[in-house]
């Protein structure tokens, strides 16, 4: 027997697609690259006025400038630590409400759904992902619905005990439906502002 399902091959080329989200990713990239070239401005002219002031006064500037360099580079690292952590923070505050926003879906719970805070990140993502449980939520709405009706058309005419075993199935597949459309968990998780 001949392996049929071998892989395609790879075409010949490699996507590239550097910028997913334009507006997101050119917001931080210009943010950071602004924080490093203003840090290097800074530490560029405290490095060249005490050079010039060194030369003036016939003095070495070596010690001077090798303080300065760690000072720089210690501030600049904790600038950059300190934007690091707002960042991170306004992109894993989202990431964390929507997991647990996922968990209670995975557990067949709808979760009432809160806005993101005003300078979150992901506000586009999240609002798709709203977008996607209301739709999830009506469907099982109408689904319940429609076994509702399904049920009353058949519970005159189910005579045999398989016949009546069927529609309990049906009504616990239907109340399990309509508890977790109309009871959506109340707000149980925990605020990341």
Known sequence: MSDDTHKAPRPGYTRRTYLLDREF???YILLLAGIGAGSVAVFGALAYRLHAS???SGVGAGDSIMWLTVLGSVGLGALLGLFGLLFTHRVAGPVHVMSLYVAALAAGRYPRLRPLRKKDE???FFDRFSEAVDRIRQREADEAHALEGA???LKPVA???EAREALETLSALCTRKRQAVDNPT???FKSVA
């Open 25 to 27: 990713q050119l917001k």
């Open 54 to 56: 060194s030369v003036d």
């Open 122 to 124: 992901l506000k586009r």
């Open 151 to 153: 049920l009353a058309a």
């Open 159 to 161: 005579t045999t005990p």
């Open 186 to 188: 109340a707000s149980t």
